[in-house]
């Protein structure tokens, strides 16, 4: 089968389309078709090795696809399911082995496509305003990169929850479309301050929480966002990993929280993923979740899928098909 590899890490041009023997279903897996791997900015810190990964490896955490064959032990899926899943490696391939307990099944009425670019990004979405801060009817919330894959989902949902957003994002374009997305501010943060903008827009009183996946440009002044006991929530690096911090200064702005949440511990548990992804589904399903799906791209171009990523071309989901 067709896989992208990583043999080394570095930019995209280390992606290799390789040949490799197809994984069969061990006991508790399910062979699974892939139809739609999505892409996740997560994918290329493996790949430039800011998050270590072992070599050479298949890159890709998220998929949909077809149950191909089961191993012993498998009782909840049978060959033929339209399945998805997410936090297994591998998924830049026409094949994966994924155990029993990572898949979920694909209602009627949600693609492969639409499969692939909810469980990530989307389960994401959802911790995040859930679960790592509930958001409240009333709250303001500041979501950075505010028209990408888990921004333009992250407004939703909070908008859901009765929340107001304030957006950021570097150009205009993408300022449209997390207006679109429900966005009731959007600062250009690529020419405004954003801290200036979130002060006048709130009238100083600042937000209640901040979700911050830029990280390293930002961090500082979304804590500067915050009112009192706000919630400083940086879950990600796309600008550089933050990596100097005085706990003592949260004090003083007001008391305020940091956490530093990962995917993989709000989607440990089968009663969360049953309930994050159950949301997603219905909610595509009843038209209330809109996902953006506009970039598509065959397996064997995955480097050039990266490079429009990194390269902030991209908005909402992209997708890798076999
Ligand atoms: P996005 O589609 O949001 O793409 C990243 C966006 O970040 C870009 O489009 C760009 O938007 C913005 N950005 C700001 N500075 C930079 C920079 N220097 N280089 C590149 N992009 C920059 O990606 P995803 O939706 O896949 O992921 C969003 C973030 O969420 C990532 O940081 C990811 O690591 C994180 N994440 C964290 C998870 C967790 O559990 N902790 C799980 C999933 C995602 P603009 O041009 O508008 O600035």
């Not at 998929?63 to 032990?73: C, F, R």
């Not at 979130?198 to 929480?209: D, F, L, M, S």
């Not at 006991?229 to 911090?245: H, I, K, Q, R």
Request: with cysteine; proline share 4%; aromatic share 8%.
């Amino acid at each position: 089968m067709k896989a992208v590899r990583v043999n080394e890490f570095g930019g995209p041009e280390v992606l290799s389309v390789e040949d490799i023997e197809a994984p069969t279903a061990a006991e508790g897996e399910a062979l699974i078709k892939i139809e739609a791997a999505g892409i996740n900015f997560i994918d290329t810190y493996q790949r430039s090795g800011l998050y270590q990964i072992p070599l050479p490896s298949t890159l890709g955490l998220e998929a949909a696809g077809t149950v191909e064959a089961v191993g012993p032990g498998v009782n909840r899926f049978k060959v033929g399911d339209r399945v998805a899943y997410t936090n297994v490696a591998g998924a830049y391939a026409d094949y994966a082995a994924v155990p029993e307990d990572k898949l979920v099944s694909l209602p009627e009425g949600v693609s492969f496509a639409q499969g692939a670019a909810a469980m990530l990004q989307g389960c994401t979405a959802h911790y995040l305003c859930q679960s790592t801060y509930k958001v409240k009817a009333g709250d303001r919330c500041l979501v950075h990169a505010a028209a990408g894959g888990v921004g333009l989902l992250l407004i939703q949902m909070i908008k859901m929850l009765g929340g107001t957003v304030i957006g950021t994002c570097s150009t205009e374009a993408k300022a449209e479309l997390a207006r679109q997305a429900g966005a009731d501010e959007v600062i250009l943060y690529s020419e405004q301050d954003f801290e200036a903008e979130v002060k006048r827009i709130t009238a100083g009183e600042g937000v209640n929480v901040a979700y911050d996946s830029v990280g390293k440009a930002t961090f500082e002044k979304s804590i500067d966002c915050l009112s009192r006991f706000g919630y400083m929530v940086l879950y990600g690096n796309a600008s550089g990993p933050v990596t100097e911090f005085n706990p003592a200064t949260l004090g003083p702005k007001g008391s305020l929280f940091l956490t530093r949440p990962t995917l993989f511990d709000y989607l440990a548990s089968r009663e969360d993923l049953d309930w994050r992804s159950g949301d997603l589904f219905n909610w595509i399903a009843e038209g209330k979740l809109n996902l953006r799906l506009e970039h598509f791209f065959p397996l064997a171009e995955a480097r050039a899928a990266h490079e429009a990523l990194e390269g902030r071309k991209t908005t909402g989901k992209v997708i890798l098909t076999p």
